[in-house]
């Protein structure tokens, strides 16, 4: 099975974790569902993932309890707390979650830590298909420097594959569509895992059902572009991004580094969009419970750098609570056809606070993204050849609908402050 068909173009989806940590619960994933089934499916979203945590009981927040016990079945996995999904009692995990979200016509997503559970090791505990236990197959010494309930797995040590198999096997049991695998593309303590990315990989390929296989955190190091294009399909090119200006203007330079890299199947991922209400459960990135800190010029920057680079857009906010102006950055028809078939996303220019980014459509329209990341309304007066778009004859700036002001192949407008102007041309 090709793992590139799970995703042949970048997924879209709504992720927990923004809103409500690790303290989700099954009403909230439910609730957030049927939104996404009404208002966001008719243009192409469809992941709804549970964020990290779901085998904790006690979780409350963003901030982790440090060596909990967790909930785990006798072969050393871990399983849903009961307590915040009703329908998971019986041991039967995610399934009937899953279920229902398939029934909305959407598909189901689950986070995971990288390795086998501390008190699997702790008690030496079986793993399905192997006589290898728990402890004999941990990499005590492989440790995650923000989260206290895992060791790596030694991919060396016999039991290993089978220990990741035993675990898709029961995700393909549930009906999971998109696994993201965390404390995997970088580390603070270590390397990328490559030696757990490939034991992953062949796990989904082994269990039958197609997965999307996405990797966090980041920063992935692009060095290392082909084996994250080998074996996952989405990977994060930054640690975890919020709601504030220097990360998103930090995120020009990371797209530039990794232009030319997104292709069908594989898609370096700028994170979560921390749009809407976020922060309900939450006190990462500086905040608690609170509206987007994002301006909206801001927003807008966000989505249109994602788009044109063709990054997975993973909605981060409680879906309903949006307005109006935040449901309108999901369901631009246009934005999303660039995002989804377009190609050849480069950096075009990068001039002081002018950045300019350009893709191209196989059916001959050309886009351009024009951002001003300095703090004042900027003046632009762009040679169109300048930005390799030369004899174009008439565009559109796909945000407001209105038509660019075109004089002899110069593009003329003002850009606002943290602001873009994003144009499709015939």
């Known amino acids: 099975m090709n793992h590139k068909l799970a995703a042949p173009t970048p997924p879209l989806g709504w992720n927990s974790w923004d809103c409500y940590g690790a303290a989700v619960t099954e009403a909230e994933i439910c609730g957030n569902a049927e939104y996404m089934a009404e208002h966001l499916k008719d243009f192409g979203w469809s992941y709804i993932t549970v964020d990290i945590q779901w085998y904790e009981p006690g979780a409350v927040s963003s901030l982790y309890r440090p060596f909990v016990p967790l909930i785990m079945d006798e072969y050393s996995r871990l399983m849903p707390a009961e307590n915040r999904f009703p329908s998971t009692a019986g041991g039967q995990g995610f399934k009937p979650l899953a279920d229902y979200v398939h029934s909305l016509g959407l598909k189901f997503g689950i986070h ?181 800190r994002f301006t909206r010029d801001e927003q807008l920057t966000m989505m249109s750098l994602w788009s044109i680079f063709r990054s997975p857009l993973i909605f981060g906010g409680e879906l309903r609570d949006n307005d109006d102006w935040t449901l309108s950055l999901l369901t631009n028809r246009e934005v999303l056809r660039m995002q989804r078939e377009s190609h050849g996303a480069r950096e075009a220019l990068c001039r002081d606070e002018l950045i300019v980014w350009t893709a191209a459509h196989d059916d001959g329209t050309r886009y351009a993204a024009v951002f001003n990341t300095s703090n004042s309304p900027l003046p632009v007066d762009l040679s169109l050849e300048e930005i390799s778009l030369g004899g174009v004859a008439a565009g559109t700036e796909l945000w407001s609908q209105t038509s660019a002001e075109l004089t002899g192949g110069v593009l003329q407008t003002t850009v606002p402050p943290h602001g873009v102007r994003l144009y499709s041309f015939s």
């Open 112 to 292: 995971i830590m990288r390795g086998i559970p501390r008190q699997a090791a702790h008690a030496a505990t079986p793993v399905l298909g192997t006589s290898a236990t728990a402890r004999e197959i941990a990499h005590t010494n492989s440790i995650c420097p923000w989260n206290t309930d895992m060791y790596g797995v030694d991919a060396s040590k016999e039991g290993a594959q089978e220990y990741y198999n035993s675990l898709f096997e029961l995700y393909a049991q549930w009906g999971v569509d998109l696994v993201k695998v965390d404390d995997i593309a970088a580390s603070r303590l270590y390397d990328t895992h490559q030696p757990e990315i490939a034991l992953i990989s062949q796990a989904i390929e082994n269990c039958g059902r197609p997965m999307v296989l996405s990797l966090s955190p980041g920063p992935a190091p692009v060095e290392y572009a082909q084996h994250f294009i080998e074996h996952a399909n989405m990977w994060r090119i930054t640690d975890d991004f919020w709601d504030r200006w220097e990360l998103l203007l930090d995120m020009f330079s990371r797209c530039r580094s990794w232009q030319g890299v997104p292709q069908a199947g594989s898609w370096p991922d700028c994170d979560m969009l921390p749009l809407g209400h976020i922060g309900v459960r939450s006190v990462d990135g500086g905040g608690d419970d609170r509206w987007t």
